[in-house]
Structures are given as structure tokens and as C-alpha cells.
């Protein structure tokens, strides 16, 4: 053995170990990033929907372009009970998303784009090595790795992600419970040509659920001219990974009269079964499990792939804030507080959904199908069920670390007093319609930078991994102001560098500050009046107040994120390996 030290080791490169890889390479994070089998081709589809969280993670670390070059963008999804469509369900999910839809995409093409990715910030992927073990102690883990040649190789980091599947060693090794069930039946799915008589009666850039007593079928069209086709096995019990053909495929079809199709050429097949399981905990001591590792549940709606890129996308700017030493470990538990609620409320809904599709009873069945013709024409339900499906309804309202600061009734009497700053009831009216502290923050175009240029909101979140700190200068404020704000900016800028990036925007262009020209920014973060957002670096508001305030500001960061609180050694709360 040899001994060496990286900051973190990533067991598993699938999306979650890929993208926490890539986030923890943008915040300058030394990492290693292992897996026990070769690379996937891109033939092999398994997961296949990527939604607009993912999809904008993935701007901010400047790898979505190949992504959106090779999906296929999706703006419906179609449900068929015995041939008649009982629900329809748009997936564009509105402007103040930069990137308003769900890309189909094979996994074994995203695992690519990650992994180019990666070698342009000089990371490569070590396999075939496998974790042997791994053991912890106050300031560290250490873990056995088996090198391709057969040698044992001994390393040390600060931290071990496990993000290596449903059967992950790393969960199995911490003696994590996996709780949940199998769900019943057995499934194949396959990407292929079909061949159609019109193919208009199958739009493509939709998906389509054809459903019949038990059994259920669904199918949609890839960017390369092949369908995505799933279908459930239920008399063909036999069948398995090594047997399964084109020909089961067709007989899964063939329940369903009103497909019309032909298939032909399949680039490739497989059986799978459905499970629902989450870890019992997500950390012990200094080692998280993301992905698979930490939660499986069926593929109705696509959100294995995108949950498992959530956990990344949460984790990782925690974690960089820690190794660096910027933040107290504590901020690490809120890995768990924050992410184990979503990954149960998928479960559930997941298993609602699949109990839903394979329905037997025909007094069930009608009552499903006369439920969803009748509400899903309702505005209210086709906004949940759009959220639902695209992955966009999830925050992190209930986190212990975000936080609002608005003035108390005593607060604006003492600031009219003492001539602080202060917003009139309409300016704090508006201030409420904005987006809380746990939301997902929209994105806004037309913001000027000083040297003239454009941005975004979104695209200026794509830094090192920093929090952003937006103070916005309301309708018409004071020139001293104006100046007290600016003066904000350059102390947050000097105390807190490689945390927080802060810009102050105004309505009307000023020297040296960005511009919010057509006042979008201003009008949907409600600011009348002066106020302040800090944008985590996983995109969901942490923090807001009105006015813009810096000991608030200062207090959140201390008491909430644990900023300017690093320790050397953290001690194993969460117990040992």
C-alpha cells in the first residue's frame, strides 16, 4: 500500500458522483472520484429524463450545451386509458425559468458530457477500482482501494461521498438501513425505430402512458430519430437482462390496440424491477450518501437521475464551504434536514403514481380516468401537476438555514425615529409577493453589467460556487443610499471573499453597479424599495431583507450558515463507519 490524501473521494460515477465531482472541481476542491465498473455506453438509456433543476445546475457548471444539443425538449405528457387520452400535462414550466422545459437524453450520453467536463478541469475518472473498505477517525477517513493491477492501495481524506447505487458498499459498510419494499412486476424497457402509419398521432417532444387493466405501456421519441419504450412483463415472467428481445417488447404492445407502431433495429434492452427505499440517515460522521446509494423508487415522472443530481447539487457547495475552511461542520447536517424530507416525499408520490397507472378494478379505473378528464382542465391542477413533473415543486422552506428579516412594528417606528431606512406599506406589501427564503430563485434577464455587457441573474451564479448576495436599490432611492449600499458591497467582498460574490443593482444605470434596465429583476423580487437576497449556490434563496440591512445579513451568516466558524477536526456525532 501507499499512502496518499485527497480532500474527498466520490465512490460511484454515475450523475450524482459525476456532478458532485464537477461542482466540488468548480469550487477548487481536490477530489478523486472511483468506480468499480467501466464506463457506460452511451446506447445504454436506464435513466432518460433530465428536468429544469438539473438542467440549470448544469449551466452553472457550464455543461449544458451538449446536453441540449443532443435532448429532446418535452412539452406534454399524454395518458391513454383503453385508447381514449383521459389527461394531458404540459411541461413547459414558465419564463422565469432560463431553461422552461425536461430534456429526454440517454444516461450513458449524460454520464459522457459529465465526464468531458471533468477532464477539461483535469479530473479523471479511476476505474476499475473498487472500494475494499474504508475506517474514520476525528479528522479524517481513510479507505482501501483496489487498483486495476490488483494492488491495495490506502488513501486519506476529509471526506468520503458514497454515491455508488442501490447496492452501494458504502451504505452497506456504515450499516444503513435501506427501508422500503419491493413493488410488484417486472419490466423491459429498450431504445428502438418504430416505425408509425402517421406518425402525427404520436407527437413528438411528448411522452405517451397507454393504460389498460394491469398493464400499462409508455413510449417517447429521442433526438436521434429512436423511441424510449417501457412495457411491464406480467406473462412473461421468464424473461430476463440476458433473454430479453425486441419480440417482448412487442408482445408488452401488443395489450394495447390503439398502438400502431412497428419496431425495429434495437440499440439496446433490458429488464428491470421497481423498488421504493430510503436510507435511514444520509451521513455518519464523514461520509453522505447521494443518488441511488440513498433513495430508489420507480421511473414514473424521471425523478431518480434529477433527485440524485439535487443531492449533489445540496451537498456539494456545503462541503466546499467546510473543506475550505469558510464554514463550521455543523453546516453539514443540514445536508440531511433539507434533502431526506424530498427524497421521502418522492417515494411517496412515485408510489401513488405507479399504484395509479396499474390499476385492475374497472369501478377504480373509471373513477381514475373520470377524475383526471374532469380536474385536469383546471388551471390550479395542470400548475401542480406540471411542478410534479418537472422536478420544479421542490424547496427548502422548512430548512434550520434559510431565514427572513422584515421589520417589526418596533423596527419602523425606531428607524423613522432615528432616520433609518425605512419602506412605506405598499413597498412592503410588494416585498411579500417575492420569492421566500427555501424558494427556488427565478431567473431575470437584462441586466447590464459596468462594462456594458448582459447578463442574467442564473448566469451570474456561475462562479466558484459562491453564494451570490443581490441588493437591489428599489424605485427611486436616495443618492446616500445609494452610496451606504455600494459601501455594503465592498465589506462583504473583502471580509467574506470565496463565499460570497455581492452586486448591488439599481433601476436607473449608475456608474460601477449592475443595471437592471427593463426593471424584470426589480418587479419579480418585489422591490419598491430597497432589499437584499442571498442565492445559495445551489439556486434556492437562503436569505432576504427589507431593508437591506448588513447586520442581519452578518447574524444569518454566523448563527444559520456557520461562516467564519471552521475548526480543524470535527468530532464523529453521527458516530463511526
Not at 443518488?291 to 433527485?307: C, R, T, V
Not at 401513488?352 to 369501478?363: C, D, G, K, W
Not at 382542465?377 to 418537472?390: C, E, G, K, S
Request: net charge neutral; proline share 6%.
Amino acid at each position: 500500500m501507499r499512502p496518499s490524501h485527497s480532500q474527498v473521494l466520490i465512490v460511484g460515477a454515475g450523475p450524482a458522483g459525476l456532478t458532485l465531482a464537477l461542482e466540488l472541481r468548480r469550487a477548487g476542491v481536490g477530489i478523486r472520484i472511483i468506480d468499480k465498473a467501466p464506463q457506460r455506453p452511451d446506447s445504454e438509456s436506464r435513466a432518460i429524463g433530465l428536468h429544469p433543476p438539473s438542467i440549470e445546475a448544469f449551466a452553472r457548471n457550464k455543461t449544458a450545451a451538449p446536453f441540449l444539443d443532443a435532448g429532446m425538449a418535452l412539452r406534454a405528457a399524454n395518458f391513454y386509458s383503453s385508447g381514449e387520452r383521459v389527461l394531458r400535462i404540459g411541461l413547459e414550466c414558465g419564463k422565469d425559468r432560463p431553461y422552461p422545459f425536461s430534456l429526454l437524453v440517454q444516461q450513458g450520453k449524460s454520464e459522457r458530457f459529465l465526464i468531458e467536463r471533468l477532464r477539461e478541469l483535469g479530473v479523471e475518472i479511476e476505474r476499475p477500482v473498487p472500494l475494499e473498505a474504508f475506517a474514520q477517525t476525528v479528522d479524517g477517513a481513510t479507505a482501501v482501494l483496489r487498483r486495476a493491477d490488483g494492488r491495495l492501495e490506502e488513501a486519506r481524506f476529509d471526506y468520503i461521498a458514497g454515491c455508488d447505487g442501490a447496492h452501494s458498499l458504502v451504505r452497506q459498510s456504515l450499516g444503513v438501513g435501506f427501508d422500503g419494499r419491493s413493488l410488484e412486476g417486472r419490466f423491459a424497457t429498450g431504445d428502438l425505430a418504430i416505425d408509425f402509419p402517421d406518425e402525427t398521432r404520436w407527437p413528438e417532444q411528448e411522452i405517451h402512458t397507454l393504460l389498460r387493466a394491469g398493464r400499462f405501456a409508455i413510449f417517447g421519441k429521442l433526438r436521434d430519430g429512436n423511441w424510449r419504450v417501457v412495457v411491464d412483463l406480467t406473462d412473461r415472467p421468464n424473461v430476463t437482462a440476458d433473454s430479453v428481445a425486441v419480440a417482448d417488447l412487442r408482445n408488452g404492445l401488443a395489450a394495447f390496440p390503439e398502438f400502431d407502431g412497428v419496431l425495429r433495429d434495437p440499440q439496446w434492452i433490458s429488464v428491470f424491477r421497481v423498488s421504493s427505499r430510503v436510507a435511514e440517515t444520509l451521513r455518519k460522521g464523514r461520509v453522505f450518501l447521494l443518488g441511488d446509494a440513498a433513495h430508489i423508487h420507480s421511473p414514473e415522472s424521471g425523478q431518480g437521475m434529477n433527485a440524485g443530481v439535487q443531492d449533489a447539487i445540496n451537498l456539494a457547495w456545503k462541503l466546499a464551504a467546510v473543506v475550505k475552511g469558510v464554514a463550521s461542520p455543523e453546516l453539514l447536517d443540514s445536508y440531511e434536514d433539507e434533502r431526506l424530507p424530498i427524497m421521502r416525499a418522492i417515494v411517496r408520490e412515485t408510489e401513488l403514481a405507479q399504484r395509479a397507472i396499474s390499476l385492475e378494478s374497472p369501478t377504480r379505473i373509471a373513477l381514475r380516468d373520470l377524475a383526471a378528464e374532469s380536474l385536469g382542465r383546471l388551471r390550479p391542477i395542470q400548475n401542480v401537476l406540471t411542478a410534479a413533473f418537472t422536478a420544479t415543486a421542490f424547496h427548502y422552506r422548512d430548512s434550520t438555514i434559510v431565514d427572513d428579516r422584515q421589520q417589526s412594528s418596533a423596527d419602523y417606528l425606531g428607524a423613522i425615529i432615528s432616520g433609518g431606512p425605512f419602506p412605506n406599506c405598499d413597498q412592503r406589501r410588494a416585498f411579500r409577493t417575492a420569492p421566500a427564503p427555501g424558494d427556488w430563485a427565478p431567473d431575470a434577464a437584462g441586466l447590464v453589467l459596468p462594462d456594458g455587457s448582459e447578463t442574467s441573474l442564473h448566469r451570474l451564479m456561475a462562479n466558484d460556487l459562491s453564494a451570490i448576495v443581490v441588493i437591489l436599490g428599489g424605485v427611486d432611492p436616495k443618492p446616500s443610499d445609494l452610496v451606504r449600499l455600494a459601501e455594503l458591497v465592498a465589506r462583504l467582498k473583502v471580509d467574506h471573499e470565496g463565499f460570497l460574490e455581492p452586486f448591488l443593482v439599481t433601476r436607473e444605470a449608475t456608474p460601477g453597479v449592475l443595471h437592471d434596465k427593463d426593471g424584470a429583476l426589480h418587479k419579480r423580487y418585489g422591490a419598491k424599495y430597497e432589499c437584499l437576497f442571498l442565492i445559495r449556490p445551489d439556486g434556492f434563496i437562503g436569505f432576504r431583507s427589507q431593508p437591506a440591512l448588513e447586520s442581519p445579513l452578518r447574524r444569518y451568516l454566523a448563527d444559520k450558515l456557520r461562516i467564519g466558524q471552521s475548526v480543524r477536526a470535527e468530532p464523529l456525532a453521527h458516530g463511526p463507519a
